[in-house]
DNA sequence: CGGACGCTTGAGGGTCTTCAAGGAATGTGG
DNA sequence: CCACATTCCTTGAAGACCCTCAAGCGTCCG
């Protein structure tokens, strides 16, 4: 289970504001929702009818999949936009991590001021662009890559989505079964990966779901594909 | 929804008009720029200049790997938006895979027309979302299936891409190495899952590129991940 | 005609999955 | 506060699938 409140952290998943962030200021007169853990803010298949921008805690996107499986496709964070799909229905569903606070615009109003004002426009397609840069990136490297690299990237990424200043200590808020459903493993297979990086010394985990780093230079470096035939060194 | 413009004469690889094209009339005015087969619109890493529609022929987008591999993200075809990348360089490069004919819109002007005419950003933010969406839809169906349905959703896919009438053969204008990059998979499980497909009667190859649709409901429940223990059959 | 290139097919090995069981952590009720 | 149940995580062994290496075949073009 989560820790049902953030109680032990004072700023929940705060974030340097990124490239993929949409502008706040845009949003001022947002209408606020809250999410829980496990509630959704849209369905698969649900009706478009807002655009949300997360202004606190993390969330998920996922598909279910004909034989039953759920894909992960991203974890979406502060700052980032959720709810813009093809036709006019929501292509995957998004579910809350932990709290989360969103803002919400009506798609009308949405249409409204890319009319109104210019900047609106070009920060949608800004942030757009880069999320099709992230998601093609996952094309690219859950394609052929083991299951350490993958686990490693995985780690690498979610350290700078967090980014909670320089520490090399992250809370995952996610079981093993989420990070198998991402990086498209299965949980025992990521048990394992994990165990390869204990052994080596490169994380330990205090807790199933906190990680600390001890050598991220080999993190990178298992990452970057390399060490392919290290894996089972001391 | 969108303007036919059959200005084309009978041009290869003409497509019904899709939800993820960029509407023509938008661009009339646009650079006209022509590719030969294997010659590149940009490459990974070159300053974003221009956005690009493709107004006849096949690309390629693709980014390599750390590794020496290539990793092919997706195919482009007439109608669909390339060059919008994240930051101020490309992410991929494109290559032509036929003759291409590219209508060049530089960035200044299609920040410009933003704001000028409402339409073009609410078109831009649509095409971006198509995108996206098909993208999420990859990351989705690459992972965790097998090559059998890889190559069967892939060829579904290429069907409904090139979507030239209800005919049943397609033209793919790519060698087995470019389906074994798209798909993840090495050239030889190709060929081996393009065997299978043969064996059991469900397509035919003329020629290596040539496919010829004979059980396309078959294709499709493979597709969608059934027939998982009845692949040796008949 | 011969070479180059791409496609096919075979054998062996590695990685991940599946199936199965044990252990750790968390929550509930006594 | 502790026993118990549930859930999640871990670990093991066997098997499936795909990859690698290798050779054979077809086509195209010089």
Known sequence: ML???????????????????????LLVDAHMRHLEPHEHAFYE????????RIKSG???????????????????????????GE??????????????????????IVYRRMQEEPRFGSELVRCLAVELAETRNQVAFLNRRSA??????????????TGE??????ELHMGREDIADYLGLTVETVSRSFAKLKTQGIVSLPRAQTIVI?????????????FKEEESDS
């Not at 298949?45 to 949300?52: E, K, P, R």
């Not at 998920?60 to 999949?65: F, S, T």
């Not at 004909?66 to 936009?81: C, E, K, N, T, Y």
């Not at 350490?148 to 989505?161: P, Q, R, S």
Request: glycine share 8%; hydrophobic share 45%; aromatic share 8%.
């Open 3 to 25: 820790p049902a409140s953030a109680s032990d952290s004072p700023t929940p998943y705060r974030r340097l504001p990124r490239n993929g962030d949409f502008s706040e200021t």
């Open 165 to 170: 200043d320089t520490k090399l200590e992250l």
């Open 87 to 108: 036709h006019e229905t929501q292509f995957c569903s998004a579910e809350a991590l932990t709290d989360v606070v969103l803002q919400c615009v009506p798609l009308s």
């Open 45 to 52: 298949g649900d009706a478009q009818t807002h655009i949300y």
């Open 214 to 226: 001890h050598d991220i230079g080999r993190l990178i470096a298992l990452a970057a594909g390399a």
């Open 58 to 84: 993390m969330m998920r996107l996922y598909r279910l999949l004909a034989d039953g499986r759920r894909q992960v496709i991203a974890f979406r964070l502060p700052g980032h936009l959720i709810g813009l």
């Open 148 to 161: 350490l690299e993958k686990l490693a990237t995985f780690i690498l990424g979610f350290l700078v989505w």
